[in-house]
């Protein structure tokens, strides 16, 4: 996953960026980047790292201009340590482009090839998000009208994407001399919202990740991005949008839910708290049928996402609520970090127990989901060594056991620890006393019950079924085999940063 945002207004748009990537810093820790535009130019800052380590005052003077997007990147296809593949990139023709992208593309290495002998485009970085950018810069050559754009042809280059690529997309824009373009593939995979402010000197226009950038930067949310639509503000702040896929299906990520969005975001119409909160009643629900002789004597979350399931689970289980850890702040959240050996490390950095809680007690430990089991077995051993008689684990979600393409780092099946285990194996293997893992019918209940409109979503590591029907088991090989050989040491390019002044190819 990663973070985007894109605004147009009528003033500079450096701070409110600034700002913006700052609250979907959970969304990607791993690199940022801000471009804007002024006089046909493009102005660009962006290096690996957190947002506030990236930029400093001098970087944020150079980046002038009433419209721009950003990024901040979490990375699952290329080098995690490459600056060169940090967000935005880059394109000069046919009409200059700069394009930040959430998601990822399941036939990249198909359309570079197709780049190369009959786009005749070079694609510089192994990362998906140039591939997609060049194939956006190819279709809006074919859909202009010489070297003259116009809405029309943004919108065909966009249905062109859509029949070239798949996967999971959600993606910002801009073009030179024009505006702002923002779209999301056929299945809504990945989030997209968009917000408006009213001010004197006219309409100003956000879109972003999650609506929760829209109210920290006093935007009014007005919808999601509908899935295959794709939306177009020009610099004088005229919206336009159309639906370009021949075909759509509404299908979010049931992770975002999960896991990965902000629990004070509204996603496709769902309350991210709210399903949370109904997660946990289905979980306690679930803990009632099948561990009715269980001694708990209190319910304890593991921070942070987990917190909304934890508290419903105590309070249907008519048990103690309370925190159990504390957790440090300023370390790197563990499902983000590449490598498995600093992941490890990093548990108990990253977290501390209070004793009391966990003195001469059984504890309930609920936690959003149980991904490659390390943390968990961690977690487990420190309760235990904080002084818990007994240590249950549930999780808010099914057990992970396939993995994912569209994005988020689960790259290998062998990372897994429910690839090739049961629930019994599993609690032995981190541990625990007890393990309850979500249903995967009630985990879609809970988010329907919040938005019954929606009837799909992208389940596939849960249920090994990729929505966008183009997944193998020959692909799931190769993009693990590629993920071992790119786990490469952080120390060959880390902290580099690029500072670019971009000259748009055309003013349109």
């Not at 408006?196 to 972003?208: C, D, F, K, S, T």
């Not at 920290?216 to 295959?228: E, I, Q, S, Y």
Request: a negative charge; aromatic letters at 8%; charged letters at 25%.
């Amino acid at each position: 996953m990663c973070g985007i945002l894109g605004v147009v207004a009528t003033s500079p748009v450096n701070q409110l960026l600034y700002d913006g990537l700052q609250v979907l810093q959970h969304r990607g820790q791993d690199a940022a980047g801000i471009a804007t535009s002024e006089g046909g130019r493009f102005l660009m800052h962006k290096g690996s790292g957190l947002v506030r380590d990236v930029f400093r005052t001098r970087n944020m003077r150079n980046l002038v201009g009433n419209w721009g997007i950003g990024h901040v990147r979490y990375p699952t296809a290329g080098s995690a340590y490459n600056p060169a593949e940090a967000q935005p990139f880059y394109v000069n023709s046919p009409f200059g482009l700069l394009l930040a992208h959430n998601g990822n593309l399941t036939n990249s290495e198909e359309l570079k090839r197709e780049m190369f002998l009959s786009d005749l485009r070079h694609i510089n970085t192994n990362s998906d998000s140039e591939v997609l950018l060049n194939v956006l810069a190819h279709e809006l050559q074919a859909a202009a009208k010489g070297f003259k754009l116009d809405e029309d042809a943004v919108f065909r280059a966009v249905s062109g994407v859509h029949r070239r690529c798949r996967g999971a997309y959600a993606v910002v824009v801009m073009i030179a001399g024009y505006g702002l373009l923002a779209f999301r593939d056929p299945y809504g995979i990945r989030p997209l919202v968009v917000g408006r402010n009213e001010v004197e000197a006219g309409q100003e226009w956000l879109v972003a990740s999650e609506s929760v950038a829209m109210d920290v930067l006093g935007f009014r949310m007005l919808r999601d991005v509908a899935p295959g639509e794709a939306i177009l503000i020009d610099t004088q702040g005229n919206f336009r949008s159309r639906q370009c896929a021949d075909k759509t299906v509404e299908a979010p990520c049931m992770f975002e839910f999960v896991y990965l969005a902000r629990p004070d975001s509204i996603i496709d119409g769902v309350s991210v708290y709210e399903s949370r909160v109904k997660m946990g009643e289905f979980l306690a629900d679930k803990l009632k049928r099948v561990m009715p002789h269980a001694e708990i004597d209190v319910v304890i979350p593991i921070p942070d996402s987990s917190r909304p399931s934890a508290m419903e689970m105590a309070h249907r289980l008519n048990l103690p609520y309370r925190e159990g850890f504390v957790k440090n702040r300023y370390i790197g959240r563990t499902f983000i970090m590449p490598g498995q050996a600093i992941r490890r490390k990093s548990v108990r950095q990253k977290l501390n127990t209070i004793p009391q809680e966990f003195r001469g007690k059984k504890v309930l430990l609920v936690d959003d989901s149980i991904v490659r089991g390390t943390t968990s077995r961690e977690i487990v051993m420190m309760a235990r060594e904080a002084g818990a008689e007994k240590v249950y684990m549930a999780s808010a979600a099914p057990p992970v056991r396939y993995a994912n393409v569209y994005g988020i780092d689960m790259p290998t099946r062998a990372e897994l620890i429910a690839a090739s285990r049961d629930e019994a194996q599993i609690c032995q293997e981190i541990g625990a006393d007890g393990l309850i893992y979500q249903d995967l019918a009630d985990l879609k209940a809970a988010v329907r019950a919040v938005n019954p409109a929606i009837s799909f979503f992208e389940t596939s590591c849960f249920d090994g079924c990729y929505v966008t029907g183009d997944i193998t088991p020959e692909y799931l090989n190769g993009i693990e085999n590629r993920h071992d050989a790119g786990n490469l040491s952080s120390d060959e390019s880390e902290g580099g940063q690029l500072d670019l002044n971009l000259v748009g190819s055309h003013d349109n």
